[in-house]
């Protein structure tokens, strides 16, 4: 296997160190793309009513619902369902009769195809469905979406511990998958750790990093909850490449590939 063009990568995060700057631009132009497409939404679209109620929930509970919650469902169902479910028992509607199970679709990557991993879009989901989409005003949730895909692309997973894990491994192998795709993280971790996708292992491995997700999403949500929530993600492929994507242009392409600008009058 080739390297990974590391000076890309080493590139694209000193740039996401930019900071405040890039945040403050990025939430004005979600401000103004909020603003052009709201009377679309009006047309369009049934039962808003945004924000969904919220009460601070404990991460370390949260993760440890989770982690049970894999063995039946997997990774985005599982994210989901650890807050609804806590939130179905303090406020009751409209988390009650949120099907939350038509979500298992999201495990491998979305019915096995390996896109983004389930345990991100399920966290995705919860904060969106909380906060309200940006097309209503409500940027932090598509903000808290985005520090959710930077930061798991960026941790050592997995994270979090469970109280009582279904296997015992003494010290479990992490690996930092550079990347939101389920392919791109399960595979690191399997190469690294030398264990087959089917075995107990990976599976628990799945289960942590789904535990680690719902931890952070709690953690995210509990500070916007108390108003003191900042964005963490700095990164904008459209605005630095022109294009969707993640930040490691370079473990993909050898040579990275310069997709067509906007002309400066467009
Ligand atoms: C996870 C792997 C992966 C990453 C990361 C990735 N790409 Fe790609 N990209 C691909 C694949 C696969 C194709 C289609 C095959 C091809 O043409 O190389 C593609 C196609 C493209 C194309 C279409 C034109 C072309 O030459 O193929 C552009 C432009 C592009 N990528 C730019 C980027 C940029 C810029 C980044 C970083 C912001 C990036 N890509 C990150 C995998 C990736």
Redesign the pocket.
Known sequence: MEKPDKI?HSL?RRQMMIGTAGVLAAGTALTQLGGMLKSAQAKGSTNEKWPWPYEKLDPVKTAEICYEEWYRVFCGCAVINSVFSQLGEKVGEPYTSFPSDAFVFLEGGMVGWGTVCGSPAGANIVANLIIGPRIAGSPEGHQIANDIMQWYSEAKMPIFKPAKPRIAIDKIVTTTSD?P?C??SVGKWMEASGHPLKSAERKDRCARVAASTAYRVVELLNDWKDGKYEPTATFS?VK??????????????N?????PMPSEKS
């Open positions: 890309c694209s990347s795709l392919h791109v492929a630095e490449h022109g294009i969707t994507g993640q930040y490691n242009c370079g473990e993909c392409h040579d990275v590939p310069s997709p």
